[in-house]
């Protein structure tokens, strides 16, 4: 801002904004906010509004300074009316409490859907009207806290990896001799146990659980008559086949990992031997021993 | 690494990883994974190995090439069976698939609390008894469409700021005459609709609508008889209240803002002067006009 050498004795008012002096517009209402002297004393009410209206875009209602001087700027509001004053003060209140309300509002979502979910399974596994029955007759309390744990002790017990504590001891009692010859290495453990961090795994699969349960009880036990052990019997069967299975493929991973191989750089050299990693299955055979 | 002079001719094998000469351990393993000649010729396999155990925890399983050459490791694994590969495969799958099937557990958590939403308003708004009867009645195709679109209309429906469209036309037509004097200043259009942007605040109004609608009917229409009208009677009339307290509010905070003032910078100057910032309410009245 050019600021003229004459500034003392009859200083003329010169708005720093918008650079009109006082003679340009007789109406305008003049302020002098802050500590500032000389040119940059004077500023129009409405200049310095709009300014504000900028500022306070950033930092919405918070204290403003002068740029030059760094006094901050007295803003006076007219006073409310008690109704206003109340209103504001519920306003306030609301949207204080509205994000407890809605975290309140989820947790009941999945709580329901756990109570739901809860009974849905007793049915599946006692038997439709049977499960339904017993329900009826249950104290509500008990349904209400008895019913949600059910998915929680699923994903809890999905949570439980006992596969991968068969496969640690048979690798402690087996010892470092694998088919006879001894070990190359042993692999890092995260190599193996990647999969443990999927959270929807764990989740879904806890939550299939009963429905694979009675489908195996159907399939396996027939001749038993009642509903209860045909899903007991099913799940037992399920977890027993799936951690063989389990055990089986970690094992397998595990030796994979163990026997891995690197080769020597093919010695003929030059661009057309380097083709031949296509061949590396192949070349395995020869090349392990 | 220092590499002996003594390269060529008769290179004795030696590792650039444990340094150790062929000569100090008979029986290991040699590999020469690369282009790279001289003394990075030759590491042995186990130290390799150990290397590349390190490199690929960062990108895991990625390829892995020599830090001096450049040239990829050609790394060779024993040949899977048919059932590990099978199985390899399922577990693949089933970590594909898993996130989808954890995004529909979700979906249908939030689906199922709506419908059970759904059906407790209807039950809310038109009497337990009757709202039961009339949900048996139902196609239940009908109710597992129609209930969960209660919540959701209820949310859009409290989407609809219809007090802000009242305050704008007010303004506008009112022009820019208040209380007789011409206006300041037209604030921002920011500072006065912040408050829409609330999630929270829009489910938990909209979600608590039916309750406080049922309530107000309660309350100020006992003499019908009907759950229904009752109900719809007190909706509308909490709606109305509560727009014209809105309006009323909106319109008072807009006035605020339009009157604001900023002051003029305490011409007695000093530390003690500063202080009567805290006075500036009662400042206002000779300082606005």
Redo the contacts between chains.
């Keep these: 801002m050019a600021c003229p050498a004459v500034v003392e004795e009859v200083p003329e008012k010169h708005c720093w904004v918008c650079f009109a002096t006082e003679r340009e517009d007789v109406l305008a209402e003049w ?5 500032c002297k000389g040119c940059t004393k004077w500023i129009h ?2 200049c ?3 300014w ?2 900028e500022k ?2 950033v930092n ?2 918070g204290p403003v300074n002068c740029p030059q001087c760094g ?11 008690p ?2 004053y109340s ?2 003060h519920v ?1 306030k209140t ?2 204080r409490v ?2 407890f ?2 975290v309140g ?1 989820v947790v ?3 709580y ?2 756990a109570v ?1 979910y809860g009974a849905v399974t007793v049915m599946q596994v006692v038997g439709h009207k049977k499960g339904l029955s017993i329900m009826e007759r249950a104290d509500p309390l008990f349904l209400l806290m008895g019913l949600p744990t059910i998915p929680v002790m699923l994903v809890l017990g999905k949570m439980i990896h006992w596969e991968d504590y068969i496969v640690r001891l048979w690798h402690r009692y087996s010892g470092l001799q694998i088919r006879g010859r001894p070990m ?2 042993v ?2 453990e ?2 193996l146990t ?2 443990h961090l ?4 764990t ?3 806890a ?1 299939i659980f009963p429905s694979v349960a009675s489908l195996v009880g159907r399939l396996l036990f027939q001749r038993f008559p009642s509903s209860l052990q045909r899903t007991v019997l099913g799940g037992i069967a399920f977890l027993l086949i799936k951690g063989t ?1 389990k055990v ?2 970690k094992q ?2 595990y ?3 163990t ?7 093919p010695e003929g ?1 030059g661009e057309s031997e380097r083709d031949g ?1 296509s061949q ?2 192949e ?2 055979a020869e ?2 021993e």
């Design positions: 302020v002098n906010p802050c500590r009410q409405s310095l509004q709009r504000l209206d306070q875009k919405s209602g006094t901050e700027y007295r803003i006076v509001f007219p006073k409310m009316g109704l206003v209103l504001q306003d609301i949207s509205s994000p309300a809605a509002v009941g979502t999945v329901w859907s739901t190359r290495r692999p890092l995260g190599t990647r999969d999927s959270v929807s795994r989740l879904c699969g939550l299975l089986y493929f397998q991973q030796l994979i990992q026997n891995r191989q690197i080769l020597n750089y050299n990693g590396r299955g070349e395995y090349d392990s």
